[in-house]
């Protein structure tokens, strides 16, 4: 099968290596661009949020490169993602495609559905092997996890601009071309030696700003405008609230989620509202417990969960003491309007950080 | 002095008033309503509300505004589940959080959750729970009041059936305590006019809101347009519907729009659909998507109109005299075999 999926961030690479493991040919998806978007929203609802379309987008711009099949995550609401993989195929099957749709659900939620999917995935390999494959995955991961907070740790105190961008960029590719084990350990060693390399400021005290919302345009650089890089490059500290090992853990092999942040939204928000939006609320919480100076919402136009968080957010920064910027974005949204905003917010704590005179922060602990 | 409970006429208030209302009436305790949606509770609402929200809770919000000074309490429940895995949208369920949190001054909140999920009773868990927090202990009156209550509920839905609208339901309901027996649940537009027959597709609380889906329903019907809303499909029909798909939706009011557009589509009993939505609307967007694509298979005349807070009369009127004067074209082909 020549199997096509959508493009998050990281994940990209992973899944690749799972599918090509397994004998199928992945048809693996170009980085998202304006053009992506553009057809996505064509075809898509609306009201549609931009994970949706820019899925779509990539669905439809693999089925030109020959993919006959894609896979796909699916869920129980009442986030809408739990349905995209219906409504994707039904509008791929209005355009005239014959694409096979295969989405799988929590394997805790639906166990027999996931199972069937999966034994049809794994094709002739036997459970051992796909157990090694998935273990091999779970290496991977940590390993673009580790790199990646690296990243966000040393952007801001690089001395010349984009080197932590073009070090990153080649830990990628060394974890790429990792075949197994053994490789993928080489190629982390590797990465983080390349980081080492960049040349910083030791004596600086970036601020920190947490970024939490939903999790596409949280892991799908195109989607929030880079918005990461772009804190980085203003000499702030960024950090996720969900990265890839951590949202598999939470959302994909639990049924619960992620316990930590609920429970600090329980007093605010005490019925979980699906996607993250219960998450988003405990996460600015969290982050203000952490002594971090301010917090990026990022969520897509017309989301639900997260309107809901958005709703609380005025009185949840007042009572903790944290400036929250939220940005809802679309296929309207411009680069130029989202960077004025960034660099307003990161002025906005500065001052405020003067204000305070507060200097000596609490290391880079996190996690 | 009794006491009076607000109740905001908006989302939810379509499904539940008469339940709520007999009630808390029962209880003895005073029972005061929104006024009808107007210009001020829209301007009032958006106002208030995070920019980003739907219509719908924009509204719900400038309701509140218009009920808080004239009332001790108000009744906004956390609905969450009407059953099994389906849920209500998520502004619903964070609905009560969204209120308190939004910086008006309020009267005490009485939010309890009402899930139908696990045990059967959820509704009268609910009313006793309703009742406790308005000091009502006495569990005689409770039980009265509750199996009051749950009758009127029936009653309502059964004349939202037949076609009546959510006040007149309500003023039969108080007149006679009971509906006339069993009127046939044929919709009165499957008994054919000439005239064309039109599903209004859409959630309660836009169809039955004259202001803010700038009246539809009776502009169709004043065009001598039959019309039919999903509160007009049998549940058992709904049901049906439901096993015939793969996967249904989540949200409990989208679903039943969904299924009702499915039946009315496979049943042939309609000459054309208009989905009303509004702006921004989450669920909508995959449900208008939907409705879409079936109605295209089904070679179905499909409209859809969507209001926000600056949708005019004079747009939604000229749109529904083409999609009927369309529809009118279309059977007069028909019946001359063209």
Redesign the interface.
């Known amino acids: 099968m020549k199997i096509g999926y959508g493009h998050m961030g990281t994940l990209t690479m992973v899944v690749e290596m799972i599918l090509e493991e397994l004998g199928h040919e992945p048809v693996v998806p170009f980085r998202p661009t304006r053009q992506t978007l553009a057809l996505g929203a064509k075809y898509?609802?609306?009201?549609?949020?931009i994970p949706f379309k820019i899925v779509l987008g990539t669905y439809l711009e693999s089925l030109a490169r020959g993919a006959d099949c894609f896979i796909s995550g699916g869920g129980?609401?009442?986030?809408?993602a739990?349905?995209y993989g219906?409504?994707h195929s039904?509008?791929l099957q209005?355009l005239g495609y014959n694409a096979e749709l295969i989405f799988l659900f929590p394997p805790l939620k639906k166990t027999v559905d996931f199972m069937r999917k999966l034994s049809r995935l794994k094709g002739r390999h036997s459970w051992f092997s796909l157990a090694r494959i998935i273990s091999k995955a779970w290496a991977k991961l940590n390993a673009l996890d580790e790199l990646e907070m690296m990243s966000q740790r040393l952007r801001p105190l690089e001395l010349t601009r984009g080197q932590t961008s073009k070090a990153f960029e080649k830990g990628l590719q060394y974890l790429h071309q990792a075949k197994n084990r053994g490789e993928i350990e080489e190629a982390r060693a590797a990465a983080l030696a390349e980081m080492k390399k960049i040349e910083i400021d030791p004596t600086a005290k970036p601020l920190k700003i947490g970024i939490i919302g939903e999790i596409y345009v949280q892991l799908e650089p195109f989607a929030n405008f880079y918005v990461e890089e772009a804190l980085g490059h203003l000499g702030a500290e960024v950090r996720r609230s969900i990265y890839l090992t951590s949202y598999t853990r939470h959302d994909v092999l639990s049924t619960r989620g992620d316990m930590n942040s609920r429970s600090l939204a329980q007093p605010?928000?005490?019925?979980?509202?699906?996607?993250h939006?219960q998450n988003s609320v405990g996460d600015v919480i969290r982050f203000a417990q952490m002594g971090y100076d301010g917090v990026v919402q990022l969520a897509p136009?017309?989301?639900?969960?997260e309107?809901?968080a958005?709703?609380?957010m005025?009185?949840?920064s007042k009572k903790f003491g944290i400036p929250v910027l939220t940005l809802?974005i679309d296929e309207q949204t411009g680069p130029t309007g989202i960077q004025t905003r960034l660099e307003a917010f990161v002025d906005l704590l500065e001052q405020r950080r003067l204000a305070s005179g507060r200097y000596d922060f609490p290391g880079n602990i996190i996690q | 002095m009794t006491a009076r409970v607000g109740i905001p006429r908006a989302l939810f208030y379509y499904t539940y008033f008469p339940m709520w209302q007999a009630f808390l009436e029962k209880l003895g305790v005073e029972v005061v309503f929104s006024r009808p949606t107007n210009k001020e509770i829209l301007e009032a609402g958006i106002r208030e509300?995070?920019n980003?929200?739907c219509i719908p809770i924009k509204l719900f919000h400038g309701h509140v505004l218009d009920l808080k000074d004239r009332v001790d309490y108000l009744l906004i429940p956390?609905l969450?589940s009407p059953g099994g895995?389906i849920?209500?949208?998520?502004?619903f369920?964070?609905l009560?959080?969204?209120i308190r949190?939004?910086?008006m001054k309020l009267p005490a909140l009485i939010s309890h959750?009402l899930s139908l999920r696990g045990l059967p009773g959820g509704l009268s868990r609910f009313l006793r729970a309703t009742a406790l927090s308005l000091g009502i202990k006495n569990p005689l009156a409770q039980q009265k009041a509750i199996s009051h209550a749950l009758k009127c509920h029936k009653l309502y839905h059964r004349l939202l059936l037949e076609g009546k609208q959510p006040l007149e339901a309500s003023t039969l309901i108080q007149k006679k305590g009971r509906a006339g027996r069993n009127a046939a649940l044929v919709t009165a537009a499957e008994a054919g006019t000439g005239m064309p027959r039109v599903a209004l597709l859409g959630y309660p609380y836009t169809i039955y809101d004259s202001f803010v889906s700038a009246d539809v329903y009776h502009k169709l019907q004043s065009m001598g347009v039959s019309v039919i809303t999903p509160d007009q499909i049998s549940p058992q029909e709904l049901r049906r519907m439901s096993r015939v798909l793969?996967?249904n939706?989540?949200?409990y009011y989208s679903n039943r729009v969904w299924w009702a557009g499915l039946s009315l589509l496979q049943r042939k009993a309609v000459d054309g659909m208009i989905h009303l939505t509004a702006?921004?609307?989450?669920?909508?967007?995959?449900v208008?998507?939907?409705l879409e694509?079936e109605a295209?298979k089904a070679r179905m005349p499909f409209l859809t109109l969507t209001i926000d807070e600056h949708t005019g009369e004079g747009g939604v009127q000229t749109r529904l005299e083409a999609f009927i004067d369309m529809l009118q074209a279309k059977i007069e082909n028909n019946r001359n075999g063209v």
């Open positions: 898509a609802p609306e009201f549609a949020c129980y609401g009442p986030c809408r739990g349905l219906e409504l039904r509008i209005d605010y928000l005490a019925q979980k509202v699906g996607g939006g136009f017309s989301c639900i969960p309107i809901v958005k709703s609380l005025p009185f949840i809802f | 509300t995070v980003d929200a956390r969450v895995y849920t209500y949208c998520p502004k369920l964070g009560p959080d969204m949190f939004s910086g959750r793969p996967q939706l989540f949200w702006f921004a609307c989450g669920p909508d967007a995959m208008d998507k939907l694509l295209k």
